[in-house]
């Protein structure tokens, strides 16, 4: 997918945050200090489960919705708007991000 970045499983935003813990973890134990090493790796782990950027099988069908940023649509609602320059009709799309598998996109 055009987001994937080739090569690298991660967000390309998240490298940092990604390798900063990393250099603590390497540090301390290069310093000999256990306790922060395995503190170390234990957020470093966690960066990159957060950061992942796996590469996305989007649900093919007609009258599909697909949910950005990975969530699922659990609502679409017609609702009408009153504004002082006029009024519009529009769809609302209610989203729910889920916290044990956020890169798994849903289709409604």
């Known amino acids: 997918m055009a987001d994937h970045a080739v090569g690298i499983p991660f967000a390309k935003e998240g490298i940092p945050f990604i390798a900063a813990p990393a250099g603590v973890t390497l540090l301390a134990g290069w310093l000999g200090w256990p306790v922060l090493a395995f503190l170390g790796a234990g957020a470093t782990l966690f960066s990159a489960w957060f ?9 093919q069908g007609q009258n599909l919705i697909i949910a950005p940023g990975d969530g699922k649509v659990i609502a679409i ?4 708007a009153a504004t002082v320059l006029e009024r519009a009709q529009y769809q609302a799309h209610d989203l729910f991000e889920c916290v044990q598998r956020p890169h798994q996109p849903d289709a409604l």
């Open 51 to 59: 950061f992942r950027n796996p590469a996305r099988v989007v649900p």
């Open 77 to 80: 609602e017609e609702e009408f």
